[in-house]
């Protein structure tokens, strides 16, 4: 079991920057990736970014690439999605998730997810 808590979400203006943190505990993420999911009011969940645990390799959604980026801190089992020149179509909850997905921008194969954090991102 892998237990996932999200951090870091708030209340900015239109081009500030967030940092969230995933802190996972339990087993270990040696192999497995890092989802980073959003859900917005009436929306479907949408992919925003990924990480694999060991080897780095990162994965973005269309919406976010060049402005949000993935990282992780092995030592601390965290990862982050940093956030940069938000805007209000980036307001949504903000959900991570653990597991070993075939294409890490579907939410098949995350086998644990977090609680959310809610993003709000005023004009």
Not at 44 to 63: H, P, Q
Not at 86 to 93: F, K, S
Not at 101 to 112: Q, V, W
Request: aromatic letters at 14%; one cysteine or more.
């Amino acid at each position: 079991q892998v237990q996932l808590v999200e951090s870091g979400g708030g209340l900015v203006h239109t081009g500030e920057s967030l940092r969230l943190s995933c802190a996972a505990s339990g087993r270990s993420l040696s192999s497995a990736t890092m989802g980073w999911f959003r859900q917005a009011p009436g929306k479907e969940r949408e992919f925003v970014a990924a990480i694999m645990w060991n080897a780095g390799n990162t994965f973005y959604g269309d919406s976010v690439k060049g402005r949000f980026y993935t990282s992780r801190d092995k030592g601390e089992n965290t990862g982050y999605l940093h956030m940069n020149y938000l805007v209000p179509e980036d307001t949504a909850v903000y959900y991570c998730a653990a597991g070993d997905p075939y294409y890490a921008d579907s939410e098949d194969g995350y086998d644990y997810w977090g609680r959310g954090t809610q993003v709000t991102v005023s004009s």
